[in-house]
């Protein structure tokens, strides 16, 4: 079992609809939660960051947090074509370094 | 404007030269990490450095590999003699450890790395 787990897509979604993606995790003592955004041919770039169970909103994203199922996930609401690219999880336990998904590719039909 | 650099940002060599990528981390952060990305990998962690020690270079092949951060602005990797599998782009990144948690991290641009 991978440590953090993606569906690798493509999740494909029209303009304007919610886009949801999922993520989860093994290791229960798990406390920093990310996800990255990574456009084809550039360097991931820090969208979102959370740490307790919950919702935390920023604009367009919402992330989820559910420990007890080891689940989080990342909404993007009104979803435009630029937000087609490859999201990635990462998940951080302790001071050890994140661990990353696959990622799940994005595309957003216009 | 707080951000990762990293030099060469394209690097084509021939088999069996050496190569050497730099990073300056962001002013202030004490952790500095190197990352391979391939298409068939995906992104996977080289080196881990906290407070410029290493803590963890697990995923690094030890024989032709190498990380140092000789100051808390300058970190470098190495790859000596290189192949042409070491043909990836290769990112720096830096964040911070603050209460015994790992913080965000913020990636830079990437050295693309052609190994012919």
């Known amino acids: 079992q991978k440590e953090v787990e993606q569906n690798s897509g493509p999740l494909s979604v029209p303009e304007g609809a919610i886009a949801s993606l999922n993520c989860t995790y093994s290791d229960r003592v798990s406390q920093s939660f990310f996800w990255y955004r990574q456009y084809s041919g550039k360097s991931p770039e820090l969208i979102m960051s959370i740490y307790s169970n919950g919702d935390k909103e920023d604009g367009r994203f919402t992330a989820q947090l559910n420990k007890a199922s080891q689940y989080v996930s990342l909404l993007i609401r009104d979803s435009q074509p630029s937000d087609s690219a490859t999201y990635l999880c990462?998940?951080?336990?302790?001071?050890?370094?994140?661990?990353f998904g696959s990622g799940t590719r994005l595309q957003v039909q216009p | 404007d707080a951000r990762v650099t990293q030099t060469p940002r394209h690097k084509v060599t021939e088999m069996g030269q050496e190569v050497t990528m730099r990073c300056q981390p962001i002013l202030g952060h004490n952790t500095v990490f190197w990352y391979r990305q391939t298409m068939m990998q995906g992104l996977e962690l080289l080196a881990y450095?906290?407070?410029?020690?290493?803590?963890?270079d697990s995923g690094m092949p030890k024989d032709r590999f190498s990380a140092e951060m000789p100051d808390a602005t300058l970190a470098t990797l190495k790859i000596q003699p290189s192949e042409p599998r070491d043909s990836a782009v290769y990112f720096c990144?830096?964040?911070?450890?603050?209460?015994?948690?790992?913080?965000?991290?913020?990636f830079g641009p990437g050295t693309r790395l052609t190994v012919l």
């Open positions: 450095f906290r407070n410029r020690a290493p803590l963890d």
């Open positions: 990144a830096s964040g911070l450890v603050i209460t015994g948690r790992i913080g965000e991290q913020f």
């Open positions: 990462a998940v951080g336990t302790g001071r050890r370094a994140l661990t």
